[in-house]
């Protein structure tokens, strides 16, 4: 049985991960490493917390004993790199958090995969590994920057990240390429658009307007709303990260799209309307510092050359999305209560 380490697999895209490798394969014993900061839920796992090919552990990315530690015991195969500070926003008023998880706790993954799967570890000339060993790098399109009205980021697009998250993030996969360039390590990198669907925490834009058009509360738009993205549905992202490890060439960018370009006041419209609300509850307040006005991706790669596409379209997606917020009242509850209150106030006051 193949063992996976899945680091932040209590959030909302590892944690639909992991439920969907037990689901999709067998064969495969899953480590949900997770630290449990503010997005971290294990109520997101709790139908798969008894299988008996799950375990949990609580832990940092960044302790380098730890890592060793779990590698040791449980002769890991497969790294899937969840872990990351994630939202924008936060990256703006705490950047150093940002930089030492999403760099240095990659780097010490990393460090970990290199010395154990290597043949010879004391060889700084071995470029040899165990077989079937991957590490995976769960990116994003932000480090590609921003486009223009037209175009779309392919793998070769130049990294120009333009927040400390992305440039977090952009660094991390630099430090990627150059263990597999260096030293021969057995690494994809993949870069998403922008996800939802169930267990995405409510500071990020679908689910924040789900969660204040249900209360009737303001619906905070940056600027006029038009910033464009490309929206994934969570399951097609984690179906496409599948694709890669079966799949995807050693050293290997991939990017994952969804070929849903919408803009950002469209969407909340689209939940005004499909909720029976009112469009007086946008209220639009001031832009994010460097925000990027527009991301599209090219999925021409992944699916040409490992036949991955994705297959939600839009409205399926975000008719089961609402839905799935809406029957998850109590979920939505606990997570949006005390600490996510404060942050909510000062972001949006």
């Known amino acids: 049985m193949k063992k996976i380490l899945v680091t932040g697999g209590a959030g ?19 480590i949900n490493l997770d630290l449990l900061t503010y997005a971290g839920n ?21 302790d380098s004993d730890l890592i060793n530690e779990l590698f040791t015991k449980y002769q890991f195969d497969t790294v899937v790199n969840f872990a ?42 071995c470029r040899k590994y165990k077989q079937g060993v991957k590490f995976l790098q769960v990116s994003t399109d932000e480090v590609y920057g921003a486009l223009g009205s037209t175009g779309m980021f392919t793998e070769t697009t130049p990294l120009s990240p333009n927040s400390p998250y992305s440039a977090s993030k952009a660094s991390a996969d630099m430090i990627v390429h150059a263990y597999h360039k260096t ?11 922008n996800n939802y669907g169930p267990y995405q925490f409510p500071e990020k834009l679908i ?23 490309d ?33 950002n006041i469209d969407i909340v419209k689209l939940i005004i309307k499909t909720m029976g609300k009112d469009e007086s509850l946008i209220v639009h307040v001031q832009d994010r510092p460097g925000h990027d006005r527009r991301y599209a991706i090219d999925n021409t790669k ?18 089961e999305t609402i839905d799935w917020y809406l029957r ?22």
Not at 183 to 193: A, D, E, M, Q
Request: proline residues 4%; aromatic residues 12%.
């Open 84 to 125: 990351a500070e994630s939202h924008v926003d936060r990256s703006i008023t705490e950047p150093e958090i940002f930089l030492t998880t999403n760099i240095i706790g990659t780097q010490t993954l990393l460090d970990a995969s290199k010395k154990h799967w290597k043949l010879n570890p004391d060889d700084k000339y």
């Open 302 to 319: 992944i699916t040409n050359e490992l036949g991955w596409s994705p297959k939600y379209s839009f409205e399926k997606g975000i008719s």
């Open 328 to 349: 998850n009242n109590e979920w939505v509850e606990k997570v949006t209560s005390g600490s996510y209150q404060e942050y909510y106030d000062k972001m949006y006051a």
């Open 207 to 229: 689910p924040l307007m789900i969660n204040n058009c249900k209360h009737e509360k303001s619906l905070p738009v940056y600027g006029d709303g038009m910033q464009i993205r």
């Open 183 to 193: 030293f021969g390590l057995p690494v994809n990198i993949t870069r998403c658009s």
């Open 12 to 30: 909302f895209i590892g944690s639909n991960f992991v439920k969907y490798i037990l689901k999709t394969n067998t064969e495969y014993s899953v």
């Open 231 to 263: 929206w994934l549905h969570v399951s097609d992202h984690c179906d496409a990260i599948y694709t890669v490890l079966l799949k995807g060439k050693d050293g290997e960018v991939y990017n994952i799209g969804g070929n849903n370009e919408k803009a």
């Open 42 to 62: 294990l109520e997101n796992l709790v139908d798969i917390a008894e299988d008996p090919r799950y375990e949990f552990v609580k832990g940092d990315i960044r």
